[in-house]
């Protein structure tokens, strides 16, 4: 069974750092890409990095390009989104979501099968 876990997420100030993790269980990080979407109050949900560890290939939308880092740690099956100079507009609930390949943008909701529960993150100002 395919499940994705997100932890890492809470209240951070305005500048402050902070590291998500998103741990994989039923598949390995290397036979699929990972991607973290965040869901802000009252807005849809915006694919904002993705990684694919057998490729090598890190994406970012320009928004967070320059702030946030995503790595992979093979031997753990966990995914990290670390997240620095956060803003109050990172303020979301943050999902991990795992997708073979399908032909649609990394950004697509529709180009990941597996989604994990989502974390907490709320940047005061």
């Known amino acids: 069974e395919v499940q994705l876990v997100e932890s890492g997420g809470g209240l951070v100030q305005t500048g402050g750092s902070l590291r998500l993790s998103c741990a994989a269980s039923g598949f390995r990080l290397d036979r699929l890409t990972i991607g973290w979407f965040r869901q802000a109050p009252g807005k849809g949900r915006e694919g904002i990095s993705c990684i694919n560890t057998a490729a090598g290939n890190t994406y970012y939308v320009d928004g967070v390009k320059g702030r946030f880092t995503i790595s992979a740690d093979n031997a753990k099956n966990t995914v990290y989104l670390e997240m620095n100079s956060v803003k109050p507009e990172d303020t979301a609930i943050y999902f991990c979501?795992?997708?073979?390949?399908?032909?649609?943008?990394?950004?697509?909701?529709?180009?990941?099968?597996?989604w994990g529960q989502g974390t907490q993150v709320t940047v005061s100002s």
């Open positions: 979501a795992a997708g073979g390949p399908s032909g649609l943008s990394w950004r697509a909701e529709g180009a990941y099968h597996y």
